[in-house]
């Protein structure tokens, strides 16, 4: 089954054949992982939108139309819960406050993992310093993988503007790491 | 050559420049030490957003999508008690906005059911479709009585009553009687697609999908058709013909919901 397309699969799912969206949830579990936690900054929120998309896809598994976009859709899907959800953690003042405490848990990591970490949050504190609408573009293209042309029908944007918010939003991350090392 | 520029680098890196220039950037990249910490600066960059979050490795979504799938979603956020004052406040608004709706619905029923030259159909009262046109790089917007010719097309769907439909189909079709289909996807002759199924006792559940059709300029009916059985694009077509423009399609258990709009040049 894990040679069939995603729209094969979105078909077979629709069809009553649970393990083929079982398939199709692992095939794109770690890229939505990936951009959710970026966006998200947390691993727990990461999972809460990813899964929240999985279940809103499986939702509309009979109104889909298998024209060879389900990536573009998927991530549409993402984008939306990842927004609910950043909104439900600005709502909760006091998750927010769980956030800024986030413990190091830095204690039994060896040093290169301890430093791949720090590395990646001074990442995120940059990425986060970025406008959202440069900072989506960026987490598609890097953590996502997704074209241009995929990024500009999931923000419905043309792909000139993906490109030059991209190479804006590139620029911009440079400066402030460079400020930040200088 | 001079120092190449950051946005170039980038787009190097991208594989954004053409092949001649990719080449004289490589020769560049040989002899200057500078521009090749810088492009290895960049490189670095690119490296780190793409390095994923640790704790994500081994991370299985399945049981907890299975979960959420059995239970039939994500649970509700508690209700927040409002003062009795806003609540009262509340009422009223909400009350004066159904009046309005009330009026602004009736107005367009009434318009939809002269314009298509019919006497209502009990059936149609039940179903429902929102359209909604997406320009190029903008927001969607209900369709009312015009559209550009590029526009996209948005739609949702409002399925009630006692027995809900279970298969729908959405087309538009012009003065010329040519017939687009937006759903079912139909792409190619040697394919005959069926309804798609929709769901039941929903309002304005939305299709994601945003579809464009090269239309041609002049007025272009839209149909929700909503059927107990699914049909097939080539059943449909052959009741269409011969239809005055924004007909009922002679269909018995059916409900129709018929939109016209003019599609400007």
Redesign the interface.
């Known amino acids: 089954m894990g040679e069939l397309s995603d729209d094969e699969l979105m078909l077979l799912a629709r069809g009553g054949v649970d393990e083929a969206f079982d398939v199709l949830v692992r095939r794109h579990q770690a890229g939505l992982l990936k951009v959710a936690a970026k966006l998200l900054g947390r691993v727990d929120l990461a999972r809460d939108a990813a899964q929240r998309a999985f279940f809103e896809v499986y939702r509309y598994l009979g109104q889909y139309q298998a024209r060879g976009k389900f990536r573009q859709f998927l991530y549409q899907v993402l984008m939306n819960q990842c927004r609910m959800v950043g909104r439900e953690v600005q709502r909760d003042k006091k998750l927010q406050a769980r956030v800024a405490a986030e413990p190091a848990e830095n204690a039994d990591l060896p040093d290169e993992r301890i430093l791949a970490r720090e590395r990646r949050r001074e990442l995120e504190q940059f990425l986060n310093k970025l406008s959202k609408k440069l900072r989506v573009v960026l987490v598609l293209r890097f953590a996502g993988g997704l074209s241009y042309q995929e990024i500009g029908e999931i923000l419905e944007l043309p792909v000139g503007t993906v490109k030059s918010r991209l190479f804006s939003g590139l620029e911009k991350l440079r400066k402030l790491m460079k400020g930040k090392s200088g | 050559m001079n120092a190449i520029s950051?946005?170039e680098l980038?787009?190097y890196l991208?594989g954004?420049v053409t092949k001649r220039r990719a080449a004289e950037i490589d020769e560049h990249l040989v002899a200057c030490r500078s521009c090749r910490e810088r492009l290895q600066?960049?490189r670095g960059?690119?490296e780190?957003?793409?390095?994923?979050?640790?704790?994500?490795a081994g991370?299985?979504?399945?049981p907890?999508?299975?979960k959420?799938?059995e239970s039939g979603?994500?649970p509700a956020?508690p209700r927040r008690k409002l003062p009795a004052v806003s609540v009262r406040i509340g009422l009223l608004v909400a009350l004066a906005g159904a009046v309005a709706l009330w009026f602004a619905t009736a107005e367009k029923e009434e318009f939809r059911i002269k314009s298509a030259g019919k006497a209502v159909h009990e059936q149609d009262r039940w179903v429902g479709l929102q359209a909604f046109r997406?320009g190029?790089?903008e927001k969607p917007d209900s369709l009312e009585g015009r559209m550009d010719r590029g526009d996209y097309l948005l739609f949702a769907y409002t399925n009630q009553g006692e027995k809900p439909y279970p298969y729908m189909m959405i087309l538009a079709v012009d003065a010329s009687n040519h017939v687009r289909w937006f759903?079912?996807?139909y792409?190619s002759e040697r394919t005959d697609p069926r309804s798609?199924?929709?769901?039941g006792n929903v309002t304005g559940?939305e299709?994601?999908?945003?579809i464009r059709h090269d239309f041609a300029p002049g007025p272009l009916w839209i149909y929700g058709l909503f059927t107990r059985k699914p049909l097939r694009v080539s059943e449909v077509e052959v009741l269409l013909k011969g239809l005055e423009p924004g007909g009922r399609i002679p269909l018995k258990d059916s409900a129709q919901h018929i939109q016209k709009t003019v599609v400007e040049p």
């Open positions: 950051s946005q980038f787009l991208e954004e600066i960049r960059m690119l780190s957003l793409a390095e994923p979050h640790e704790d994500l991370l299985d979504l399945v907890g999508v299975r959420l799938i979603g994500w956020e997406v190029e790089g759903y079912p996807a792409s798609i199924p929709i769901g559940a299709l994601f999908e945003k």
